[in-house]
């Protein structure tokens, strides 16, 4: 599995913040690199989820959430949102969109979400949203991850 794992670390990736608000009001985060474009028409992307991550619940059945595309200077707050228990996000980080999705202040771009559909993938789920409203900062570097490492263009 580990051979596997390394072999997939190959592909080097975007990283993202997924961001809802959790039950008792507050903006939460889970970073991943697993984030995909599907359909221009409609407008439709896709992020995965392990099953036995322990926010497993929340994000397959939260109807409203963003996808935030994470500049290069964002590394601390990807390793924040990483961590087990340490996916709270600090008003400094987040801002609430008209839709009252919160989305990552200063990433390079972020994609307001509705739950589309939850598709079981062996040790993962995918989830499959509609974007309803999006944002792009072109000035932007992202930041990248190859090899279990973050990188930056």
Known sequence: MKALRNAFGQFATGV???SAIDESGHAIGITINSFGSV???PALALWSI????ELFDFWCNTQRYSINILASDQKELSGQCAKPGQHAL???QVRLASS???VISGALA???MTLDQVV???DHHLILGRIDHYEVNEALAPLVFHKGQYHAL
């Open 120 to 122: 079981p993938a062996g």
């Open 39 to 41: 359909s221009l028409e």
């Open 100 to 102: 009252g999705v919160p």
């Open 16 to 18: 993202c913040v997924v």
């Open 90 to 92: 600090h008003d400094n």
């Open 110 to 112: 972020s994609f307001e």
């Open 50 to 53: 392990q099953n036995s991550s």
